[in-house]
């Protein structure tokens, strides 16, 4: 029977780090058994629906199947205590295909804005929709998703700029709905204000949410007008409907570390969660959190499942205002400025960090496990190898007595036309 992790199932027990198992995951048994079939009848079934298939999405399927995998090469976690060693596979790093990945990825980001991006300043969740009409645009053209991120800023910046003042947003790229339907739409984190040329605060005293989504209609429905994307014809429909379809949310303030931390892993969450999804005879099932239950033929998922697979140097995060790359390097030339005139002498950099302490970081934090721990001692493990040779990899797995990687079981098929006749039938 096939494993269906979540965090929490894990966290609560385990003690200490274990190789999580993929291959036992039913995601992992679809792209194993599906993955060339997929890419067979692609044209045929699914290319006027989703568009030709990149090349990016057969590159992130392979590389998933070989993501936590030790054949595929593992680091090697040595402690100088008791001399327990262990074995940790290579990640895929692939977005939108790999929930550990993603999760991961969700984690140092989240970490990332909160230590070098976000001010000491309370911030809203905010989120940005389109009507159902224009989502298919940004399936066959990812990037029109530069129109979202363009309308939202000047949306945000139109309405709540005050003089020489400037707002500070960080805005993520999302594809997927609840049920894995394709929905483009983003989400971010507002400063609840506005920041002076000299750095002050300036708390919003009124934010005029209905001026925000109109702005915010107007500059995407004028962006899909110049690029000839939808006739007047198409707009006038659009905007005859009592509700266009175009939303902006904002939640409560909050500043808190733990909100902020939670908020933007949130934003930049992966489309999947595997303790979502199973399977039912020769169906796919996926439940929403609102206990809704989705059904797929195992190929129809695996090909939705494709469409929130970014390009390989698609940008699905960006910074504006205050937050902007730009403005903190400019706040950063500034301070190195006056240090120079001060004549302070400049601090030593910090170390660089070890290769595996990302990697540490976002498994403690997710799962409330130190995965350096030693399991046996309980002394910090280090890192001493690096093993790409598939022969000295599995030596040293069966020293260690870990088990051999098995192919998942098959997919039940459908019944087909020769099941329903046989010998038997004409026999008579």
Request: charged letters at 25%.
């Amino acid at each position: 029977m096939l494993r269906r992790y979540t965090w929490k199932s894990v966290r609560d027990h385990c003690q200490h780090y274990r190789r999580r198992r993929p291959e036992s995951t039913e995601l992992y048994r679809l792209v194993y058994h599906l993955r060339d079939e997929l890419e067979h009848v692609w044209e045929e079934r699914f290319q006027q629906q989703y568009g030709v298939l990149r090349d990016e999405v057969l590159r992130a399927l392979d590389e998933y199947l070989n993501c936590g995998l030790l054949e595929h090469g593992a680091a090697r976690v040595y402690c100088d205590s008791c001399k327990q060693s262990l074995l940790v596979a290579f990640s895929c790093k692939k977005r939108g295909i790999c929930p550990s990945c993603s999760t991961k990825r969700a984690v140092n980001f989240a970490e990332h804005i909160y230590d070098t991006v976000l001010e000491d300043v309370p911030h809203r969740h905010v989120v940005f929709t389109i009507p159902k009409r224009l989502r298919p645009y940004f399936r066959y053209d990812r990037r029109l998703a530069s129109i979202l991120f363009r309308a939202a800023w000047k949306s945000i910046s139109d309405c709540l700029e005050v003089g020489d003042t400037t707002p500070a947003l960080v805005l993520t790229l999302q594809t997927a709905g609840e049920a894995l339907n394709f929905n483009p739409h983003l989400h971010g984190m507002l400063a609840d204000g506005v920041f002076a040329l000299d750095g002050s605060f300036q708390p919003f005293a009124d934010i005029d949410l209905a001026t925000i989504q109109q702005s915010f209609e107007n500059h995407v429905l004028a962006a899909f007008a110049k690029q000839e994307l939808i006739t007047d014809e198409v707009m006038a429909q659009v905007l005859s409907q009592e509700h266009t379809g175009f939303s902006v949310w904002l939640g409560e303030p909050f500043q808190d570390a733990e909100s902020e931390l939670f908020v933007a892993r949130y934003v930049e969450r992966g489309p999947l969660a595997l303790d979502k999804l199973s399977t039912k005879g020769n169906l796919v099932v996926y439940t929403t959190k609102d206990g809704a239950v989705h059904t797929f033929e195992p190929l129809e998922f695996l090909a939705l499942l494709t469409s929130h697979i970014p390009n390989t140097y698609e940008s699905i995060t960006r910074y504006y205002g205050w937050y902007s790359c730009r403005s903190r390097g400019e706040r950063m030339r500034h301070v190195r400025r006056v240090r120079e005139q001060d004549k302070t002498p400049e601090p030593l950099p910090e170390p660089e960090q070890k290769p595996n302490s990302s990697w540490a970081r976002a498994i403690k934090r997710i799962y409330e496990v130190n995965p350096l721990e030693c399991p046996r001692c309980k002394a910090e493990m280090r890192i001493v190898a690096f093993l790409h040779n598939p022969r000295e990899i599995k030596n040293i797995a069966d020293s260690l007595g870990i088990p051999e990687y098995r192919a998942p079981p098959p997919l039940p098929r459908p019944p087909s036309i020769d099941d329903f006749f046989t010998d038997d039938t004409y026999s008579a």
